[in-house]
């Protein structure tokens, strides 16, 4: 007699799809990853002696990163609701959330585009930031010499040197066969040179401090073109009561208040008190008062070719604070586009989503709440922390 046995198939491995199992598996790498980030930054916050803190130095915005916070949380939320539809086989449910969530994720990358933009405007970017006073007054030189140089270049174009492009300047301006609103640009650009110059050579003799170099950057800032109701014109500093404020910006952080009033001085003029609805515009060494209301043109003469300059600000520690930075929420914004792009897929599919998609919905979904876990870590470590 024979008798068979019907030997039940093993399975081995954890009950799971292989790749769920494989999302996990993953995802562990991605810990140890961003942990060997979030330990470096600890170790670099806690060991330094003056890691910067300040929102106004840093640009550091804690409004946007909270915002930015919502936004994954919310997300979140979106995709579990998703997960939960594609279960029901209520698949244009899940569309749906999904699409909710692709929506989210742009709108935070767009909010960390709007933080890199105010970064980038203050060139807070690793290898550009002065930590010292003497790094910070020898990039406004720079940054001004490269303006100098590019605003040349376009007056006078050509492979030549620099010196004989000034040269060819001068000629042309003494020239009688010059057109006079050319002329007159060549002249503004002669004017600042020789400003440069003297700030330059100051500079090289030690002759001014970080508070000074920040005052006559925004003196030479503020110089304008500026004709009154009665016909007159003149070209000068022009103040509306603004201008104080403008350079206690650039060196905020930096001295006290009689330190920055005593540079006003030593910088060879200081500011004239104005009242409510006055200006007052600096020529040949002397200030001239007048109503606001009398004042009929006004236009700053190098707002455009100094925006390329950046205040004089040094960051003790700024470069590795930006290198963590950028580094941390980079390599973060970069998984937030994967995860775009693994939603994107499945809203490809339209009215054709099915419970073959549901896989890979959930595994998208684990994806996305590490992509959130991890912001949750870095948001109070960038943002909330260092104020405290």
């Known amino acids: ?14 009950p799971i799809p292989n790749s769920k199992l494989g999302m996990w598996l993953f995802l562990g790498t991605e810990i ?3 942990t060997a980030f979030i330990g470096s930054y600890i170790v670099l916050y806690f060991g330094s002696s003056g890691w910067p803190t300040d929102p106004h130095v840093t640009h550091i915005n804690v409004l946007a990163g909270g915002i930015n916070t ?4 919310c997300s979140s939320y979106a995709v579990v609701v998703a997960h939960e539809a594609m279960g029901q086989r209520k698949f244009n449910r899940a569309w749906t959330w999904l699409a909710v969530t692709f929506g989210l994720s742009f709108v935070f990358l767009g909010i960390k585009a709007i933080e890199y933009k105010g970064k980038f405007d203050h060139d807070i970017i690793p290898g550009h930031i002065a930590e010292t006073d003497a790094q910070a007054i020898d990039k406004v030189v720079h940054e001004m010499d490269t303006a100098l140089d590019v605003w040349l270049n376009d007056l006078i174009p050509g492979d030549e040197p620099p010196h004989a492009k000034r040269i060819a300047l001068i000629e042309e301006i003494e020239s009688e066969e010059t057109n006079p609103d050319r002329k007159e640009t060549l002249k503004d650009f002669q004017r600042l040179d020789r400003e440069f110059n003297s700030l330059r050579d100051s500079v090289v003799d030690n002759k001014l401090t970080l508070p000074q170099v920040a005052h006559r950057l925004e003196d030479l800032r503020h110089i304008a073109y500026v004709e009154t109701a009665s016909g007159e014109a003149m070209v ?18 930096e001295g006290h208040e ?3 009033s005593e540079a006003h001085v030593e910088a060879g003029h200081d500011h004239p008190q104005l ?4 200006v007052a515009i600096l020529t040949d060494d002397e200030w001239t008062t007048m109503p606001a209301e009398q004042v009929t043109t006004r236009y700053f003469l190098y707002e455009d070719v100094l925006s390329s300059v950046h205040h004089p600000q040094p960051i003790l520690y700024g470069n590795i604070f930006a290198s963590t930075y950028f580094l941390m929420t980079g390599f973060h914004a970069i998984h937030v586009v994967v995860g775009i792009i693994l939603f994107g897929i499945v809203l490809l599919q339209g009215s054709k989503l099915n419970e073959r998609w549901t896989d890979w919905v959930e595994n998208s979904g684990l994806y996305w709440h590490f ?18």
Do not use: C, R
Request: a negative charge; zero cysteines.
């Open 1 to 14: 007699m024979s008798h068979s046995h019907n030997t039940p198939t093993v399975k081995m491995g954890l």
């Open 32 to 34: 140890m990853f961003f």
């Open 70 to 73: 919502f936004v994954l949380i």
């Open 236 to 253: 000068g500093v022009f103040d509306d009561g603004t201008l104080d404020e403008h350079a206690h910006d650039a060196e905020h952080g």
């Open 258 to 260: 009689s330190e920055h």
């Open 275 to 278: 009242a409510e609805g006055q």
């Open 371 to 388: 992509v959130d876990l991890v912001w949750i870590f870095l948001f109070p470590l960038l943002y909330i922390i260092p104020g405290i």
